[in-house]
T-cell receptor, first 112, second 113 residues
Framework: GESVGLHLPTLSVQEGDNSIINCAYS??????FIWYKQESGKGPQFIIDIRSNMDKRQGQRVTVLLNKTVKHLSLQIAATQPGDSAVYFC???????????FGQGTRLTINP | DAGITQSPRHKVTETGTPVTLRCHQT?????MYWYRQDPGHGLRLIHYSYGVKDTDKGEVSDGYSVSRSKTEDFLLTLESATSSQTSVYFC????????????FGQGTRLTVV
């Protein structure tokens, strides 16, 4: 069935360390994936996206990796800062259904 | 927030009353969306619009209707609010479609008592 989930609901890291947030998806026909960041009291904010014809995409301090073989997506944040504290959502675009399915989110906490 | 304004930001209403939430954009984007966010469910699409007077249902559309008479405004109406519709509602916009970057508003917290 359709599902986008996260391996861990919470993640705590030390400031300055790298963070890795994982996401599993079940629909092999999905061809577009997005990561969003949501700070408390705010709407989700686009971070980075990737299409299925790519394995890796880099942005500023963030990298998204896509492993289609095992249907796994990850978001890597380099040199984590206090401002990175938020809930991170992965979303999967299901072709044909014309919809974006969101995971339930991972809360990232940065320890000083 | 990419020129998106949701109103009201907070609302408490009684069961059985009609409620309308408004989303206003200044980006002239073609696509607009209404999502609801609930613990344990993430964000779920209620309805979306791909142009003026062009709308379609999302995955949780029962009990909701929408209208888009102008490019900049997308209204979400709960004809008869129920407690199960207590949620945080987000409007989003995108220029190209569902499979592209979307910009979200600040959200509306709706409580149905």
């Amino acid at each position: 069935g359709e599902s986008v989930g996260l391996h861990l609901p919470t993640l705590s890291v030390q400031e300055g360390d790298n963070s890795i947030i994982n996401c599993a998806y079940s629909n092999s026909a999905s061809d577009y994936f997005i990561w969003y960041k949501q700070e408390s009291g705010k709407g989700p904010q686009f971070i980075i996206d990737i299409r299925s014809n790519m394995d890796k995409r880099q942005g500023q301090r963030v990298t998204v990796l896509l492993n289609k073989t095992v249907k796994h997506l990850s978001l890597q944040i380099a040199a984590t800062q206090p401002g990175d504290s938020a809930v991170y959502f992965c979303a999967e675009y299901i072709q044909g259904a014309q919809k974006l399915v969101f995971g339930q989110g991972t809360r990232l906490t940065i320890n000083p | 927030d990419a020129g998106i304004t949701q109103s009201p930001r907070h609302k408490v209403t009684e069961t059985g009353t009609p409620v309308t939430l408004r989303c206003h954009q200044t980006e002239n984007h073609r696509y607009m969306y209404w999502y609801r966010q609930d613990p344990g469910h993430g964000l779920r699409l209620i309805h979306y619009s791909y142009g003026v007077k062009d709308t379609d249902k999302g995955e949780v559309s029962d009990g909701y209707s929408v209208s888009r008479s102008k490019t900049e405004d997308f209204l979400l109406t709960l004809e008869s609010a129920t407690s199960s519709q207590t949620s945080v509602y987000f409007c989003a916009i995108s220029g190209q479609g569902v499979d592209t970057e979307a910009f979200f508003g600040q959200g509306t917290r709706l409580t149905v008592v």
